[in-house]
C-alpha cells in the first residue's frame, strides 16, 4: 500500500519539514530539482536560479531555501509533492529518498508525529483507571527497567538557545526527534555565510598533533565540560583530547584543536559552538551520576545510527539496541552488575588465540566454531552502511528489483541466520555477503552513487575478513 493513502496532509507536512536538511544535502540534486519543476512544484525562476549553481555548498543551501519556500508557499501541496519524489526513477538515484519513503512504509514516522500527542497526554494523567491486575503489570514493567542495564533515550535539559537536531532517518528502528528543530540557527549561520561550517552542523571532524576525533556538537558545553570529542576507543572533552594529543592539559584547546585546518575558536566566534555559561545547570555542565556514565557511550546505536533503548559497552564508546548487536542481547545478560562487553571487544581480547589461516580452510570451518569473528564482521559491515542502504530488504521499496535480481539479499536477513544457527559452513556465510555486492553491481548498473558505495564496502568486507580471519 502507498503510504499516501493512509496519511493525513498534516502528517506528510511534518514529515517533510523534519526532513528538509537531508533532502538538502542530496549528492547531484538536479535531478531532483526537474523533477519538482516539471510537476509545478517550484517555480521557474528559483529552479533556474539554483540548478546553475557550481559549489556543492551553494547548491545545498539553495535548495534548502527552495524547500523552505515549498513549507512556507505551497504546503498544501506537499501530497503532491512526495507523489512526485517517490517514482522509481527519482528513488533509484537518491538513497535518502529511498529511506525517507521506507520510514513511512515501516511506520517509523508515526513514532515522531504521536511524539507531541504522547507528551499532552501523559500531562493530563491518565483517563481511564487502571484494573488492578493493569497496574501489576505495570509495576513488573518498571522492575525490569529498573534491574537492566539497558540506557533509555533521555532528555537533556540544554543551554538557551541550544538545539539538538535530528540525525539520520532509518528502516530499522523508531526513533524519538528532538521537540526543537535546527532551521533557526542553520538560516542564522547561512546568513552570516561562515564558509567554515558544515551545513548539518551535526559534527565535526578535528585533529590535534597526530590525534584525531569526531567532535559532536550538541554535546559541547566547554574545553572541561561536556564529553563532545569521539575517538576510536573514548570520548573526552576537548581538554582532555588535548591531553591525549599533546600531553599537556591547559586552556589552548582552542587554538591546538583544529577542525578542517581551523582552530576550533573559528567555530566559537561563528557561534556555531557555543560555550556554556559558568552558571549553566544542564545535564552537561552539573551532570549527576547517571549522566556521568551515559556520556562514556555513544548516544546511538553504532549498527543502526538510531537513538532509543541502548546497551552500553563497559569497555568501549559503542551502544547498541539488544537486537542490533550480534549475539541479541537478553535480559538476562544485564540482570547484575557484572560487566558487557560488546562482540567487538570480545572479538578484540581473543583474536590472538586464532592461528593464521589459508583461504579455503577458513571457508570450510564449520562455523559454529568461528561464530564470533562471522557475527564481528557483518557488524562492522553493517555500521560502516551509514545510509543503511544494505540494511533492510531492497524488494520493499524498489518495485522493479525483483524482476532484476533472482536472490534478493541484504544485512538483516544475514543477521537473522547467524542469530537462528542456520549456516553450516563460513563459506555459506560468505556468500551471502558477496551475493549483496553482486545484486547491487547488476541492479545498480546506471546509478554511479549506489555502485560506489557498493564497491566500498565490498572492499571493506574483503579487507576485514582477511584481518578477522587472519588469512595468509
Known amino acids: 500500500m502507498d503510504p499516501m493513502d493512509w496519511l493525513e496532509n498534516h502528517e506528510l507536512l511534518r514529515f517533510f519539514r523534519r526532513h528538509k536538511t537531508e533532502m538538502s544535502c542530496m549528492e547531484k540534486p538536479r535531478t531532483f530539482l526537474c523533477q519538482l519543476r516539471d510537476h509545478d512544484l517550484v517555480p521557474e525562476d528559483r529552479y533556474k536560479k539554483v540548478s546553475c549553481m557550481r559549489s556543492k555548498d551553494n547548491m545545498r543551501k539553495g535548495l534548502y531555501e527552495i524547500l523552505d519556500w515549498f513549507e512556507r508557499e505551497r504546503s498544501q501541496k506537499v501530497r503532491e509533492f512526495w507523489s512526485c519524489v517517490f517514482k522509481d526513477s527519482i528513488l533509484n538515484q537518491y538513497p535518502t529518498l529511498r529511506l525517507l519513503r ?9 513514532f515522531d508525529i504521536s511524539e507531541k500527542v504522547g507528551k499532552e497526554e501523559s500531562d493530563k494523567g491518565k483517563r481511564k483507571a487502571l484494573s488492578d491486575s493493569e497496574k501489576e503489570e505495570e509495576e513488573e514493567e518498571e522492575q525490569e527497567k529498573s534491574v537492566t542495564k539497558k540506557r533509555k533515550l533521555r532528555s537533556r535539559s540544554v543551554c538557551r538557545n541550544e538545539e539538538e537536531p535530528a540525525g539520520p532517518s532509518s528502516q530499522l528502528t523508531p526513533r524519538k526527534r528532538s521537540k526543537k528543530l535546527c532551521f533557526y540557527e542553520e538560516r542564522e549561520e547561512r546568513a552570516e555565510q561562515q564558509p567554515q561550517a558544515s551545513h548539518d552542523k551535526r559534527m565535526f571532524r578535528v585533529t590535534c598533533g597526530a590525534s584525531d576525533g569526531t567532535l559532536y556538537k550538541k554535546r559541547f558545553a566547554s574545553g572541561t565540560r561536556g564529553k563532545s570529542i569521539r575517538t576510536e576507543t573514548s570520548w573526552m572533552t576537548p581538554v582532555e583530547f588535548l591531553e591525549l594529543a599533546l600531553g599537556r592539559k591547559d586552556a589552548s584547546w582552542k587554538k591546538d584543536i583544529e577542525c578542517e585546518g581551523k582552530p576550533l575558536f573559528v567555530l566559537i566566534k561563528a557561534k556555531t559552538l557555543r560555550i556554556h555559561s559558568l552558571l549553566c545547570n544542564c545535564s552537561l555542565c552539573k551532570p549527576d551520576d547517571e549522566d556521568q556514565r551515559n556520556q562514556k557511550n555513544d548516544d546511538e546505536c553504532c549498527i543502526c545510527r538510531r537513538e532509543g533503548d ?30 558487557w562487553f560488546c562482540t567487538f571487544c570480545v572479538f578484540r581480547s581473543n583474536e590472538h588465540y586464532f592461528g593464521s589461516e ?13 561464530m564470533l569473528q562471522c557475527q564481528c564482521l557483518l557488524l562492522c559491515l553493517w555500521g560502516a552502511d551509514e545510509e543503511q542502504i544494505f540494511a533492510a530488504k531492497p524488494f520493499r521499496y524498489l518495485n522493479d528489483y525483483s524482476d532484476m535480481i533472482e536472490t534478493p539479499m541484504w544485512f538483516g536477513h544475514i543477521a537473522g541466520k547467524l542469530q537462528q544457527k542456520l549456516y553450516q559452513t563460513v563459506g555459506e556465510f560468505v556468500t551471502d555477503v558477496r551475493l549483496i555486492f553482486s545484486n547491487c553491481a547488476l541492479y545498480n548498473r546506471e546509478n554511479a552513487e549506489v555502485l560506489v558505495k557498493g564497491n566500498r564496502l565490498k572492499e571493506l568486507f574483503d579487507r576485514t575478513f582477511k584481518s578477522v580471519f587472519n588469512i595468509k
Open 102 to 110: 521506507n520510514s513511512l512504509m515501516d511506520g517509523s514516522f508515526h
Open 358 to 370: 589459508e583461504l579455503e580452510s577458513a571457508l570450510s570451518y564449520n562455523i559454529s566454531q568461528r
Open 310 to 339: 541502548l546497551v552500553m559497552c563497559d569497555n568501549c564508546p559503542r551502544s547498541f539496541h539488544k537486537k542490533c548487536h550480534l549475539p541479541h542481547v537478553e535480559n538476562g545478560l544485564l540482570r547484575d552488575n557484572s560487566p
